[in-house]
């Protein structure tokens, strides 16, 4: 019975392609978008930090670093999320609009992988670059500069893609705090509609969209920067 | 060709002239004094003694794991020694038995020499995300603090010089590995260094590739450059080296000009080293 029941469903996109819905799909995306760009941004900021204290091997920074990186990678980002939004106001006070929360806990889970591609990226030069850098005479800094941090760029670009990827699909956890974005505008909608299957589905192709030319372009990168 | 020019005639120039006149003035260019170095439990330089003159040209030869790129590479700082001392133009650069603080100070004190001692390395090691004319410019700019301008005219000089012309804004990737090295190489000469040192610089180029890069260090060799060259080029070391110093295990276990050492060699290792290199 219950397969009949599914199988005869009756689809009404009607409830997908709609004045209201557009609307607000929009504003969902411009939220989505704005989430993703911030924590792109501080979390690469914040990544390069990371990784630069993990490879300077100084004793308590390296450490720190560690530390945070390995907290970040290996708890769910729903659990950051709530944590930062619900306990760091109850510890110290501070209190964040959903959407700055979402940014900062967006930001510091990126961060996390932004740091692992980043050392990872500097790690994969070859000692000679040092060697010859500082056979040269290149003090230390312009060895960075000018050296490593070019390359390693270089070398960690395509994961960055992956990045962004993931950033996107974890920006629809910010719904639970009540985020405007694409995911909490569908599920707003789902409630006043009645339509959850269309709408669900609209998502889902929405964020395949999206995320799906920088999947591309991450493989494309990968083919570009191997060559030299 | 000619080297004569990489002792041009700028201001910068005839400033490391006497600079070096007074830093070299009358000693050794290069001194080795019973240096020891381990990795580890594994000893790969047991008491080395070296004295190498102004516009000398020594050819190391010896069996893999003998401690020749390790000497080369604690002259280039790149490794610090465990005991003896090594110095430059009479300077000491490393002391194996000075404290954290002496050491320091030597740092310090020797920074200058640093860009004394220029290196080629096997593998090129080519900055890739650079052309070749940037990779030549980077040190001048970096460490001789020349001009942007002036640092490129030097550096498409440098690379013209050695055949270089047309390539100069090819990254190394798009080169051969000869026209690499040779970068390599004009990248080192451009800081005007006072000994040169080359660590198996064709081992890693096709057979047809190594000739263009010998005869650059032959005309090297010519100009005056004190080098000392890590090699399995028996015919180069015929040719150029002024002595020929064997290593094994650590040690110089003979040394001598090529034609005695290479077709007389005395000791029974230097004899199996030998004919092993003439068999292959
Ligand atoms: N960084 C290092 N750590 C540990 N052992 C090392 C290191 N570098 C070199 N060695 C060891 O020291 C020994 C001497 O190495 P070295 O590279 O100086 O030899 P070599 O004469 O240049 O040999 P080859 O002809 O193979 O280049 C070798 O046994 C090598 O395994
Ligand atoms: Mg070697």
């Known amino acids: ?228 | 060709m000619t080297f004569e020019s990489h002792l041009g005639d700028s201001d910068a120039t005839r400033i490391d002239e006497v600079e070096r006149a007074r830093v070299f003035g009358g000693a050794k260019a290069i001194e080795f004094v019973d240096v020891h170095k381990a990795f580890g439990k594994k000893i790969v330089l047991d008491g080395v003694d070296l004295a190498v003159s102004e516009g000398e040209v020594l050819v190391l030869i010896g069996p893999s794991g003998s401690g020749k790129s390790t000497l080369l590479r604690c002259i280039a700082r790149l490794l610090p020694i465990d005991s003896g001392e090594i110095r430059i133009g009479g300077q000491v650069i490393q002391d194996g038995a000075a404290g954290w603080r002496r050491r320091r100070d030597i740092t310090r004190s020797s920074g200058m020499l640093r860009k004394e001692v220029g290196m080629v390395f096997q593998n090129f090691n080519l900055f890739p995300h650079k052309t070749a004319c940037e990779n030549v410019a980077m040190g001048l700019r970096l460490v001789r603090q020349l001009p942007k301008d002036e640092a490129y005219k030097n550096a498409v000089e440098g690379l013209t010089r050695i055949g270089l012309g047309e390539h100069l804004d090819q990254y190394p990737g798009q080169l051969s590995g000869g026209q690499q090295q040779r970068v390599a190489i004009a990248r080192a000469l451009a800081l005007r260094p006072h000994v040169m040192l080359f660590d198996e610089v064709t081992s890693a180029l096709d057979p047809e590739l190594v000739g263009e890069v010998l005869n650059v260090m032959r005309e090297l060799a010519q100009s005056g450059m004190t080098m000392l060259v890590v090699t399995h080029e028996m015919g180069f070391a015929r040719d150029v080296a002024d002595r020929v110093i064997m290593m094994d295990g650590g040690m110089i276990v003979e040394e001598g000009s090529p034609t005695s050492l290479l077709t007389h060699p005395v000791h029974a290792r230097t004899q199996q080293f030998l004919q092993r290199v003439v068999d292959r």
């Not at chain 1, 990126?110 to 060697?131: C, L, M, S, T």
Request: proline residues 5%.
């Open chain 1, 1 to 228: 019975m219950t397969i009949l029941a599914s199988a005869a469903y009756h689809w009404d996109w009607g409830a997908v392609f709609n004045h209201n819905v557009e609307k607000l799909g929009l504003i969902g995306l411009k939220y989505s978008l704005l989430v993703c760009a911030l924590s792109f941004v501080f979390g690469s900021a914040l990544g390069l930090l990371v990784a630069g204290l993990r490879l300077s091997h100084k004793p308590p920074f390296a450490q720190i670093a560690y530390i945070y990186t390995d907290f970040f990678r290996t708890t769910p980002v729903l659990v950051q999320l709530i944590w930062v939004f619900y306990v760091l106001p109850v510890l110290f006070g501070w209190t964040f609009s959903p959407v700055t929360s979402g940014v900062i806990a967006l930001s510091m889970n990126a961060g996390a992988f932004f740091a692992e591609v980043f050392r990872g990226g500097i790690e994969a030069i070859p000692q000679g670059q040092w060697d010859a850098s500082k056979v040269l005479g290149y003090r230390r800094r312009s060895t960075i500069t000018w050296v490593i941090l070019p390359q390693g760029m270089r070398n960690a670009l395509p994961a960055t893609a992956n990045i962004f990827i993931s950033l996107l699909k974890d920006s629809s956890l910010l719904s639970v705090i009540a985020v405007p974005e694409l995911t909490y505008q569908v599920q707003t909608q789902a409630a006043v509609t009645f339509r959850p299957l269309e709408l669900y589905t609209a998502l889902a192709v929405a964020y395949f969209v999206l995320t799906y030319p920088l999947s591309l372009t991450s493989s494309w990168l990968e083919r570009r920067f191997r060559i030299r």
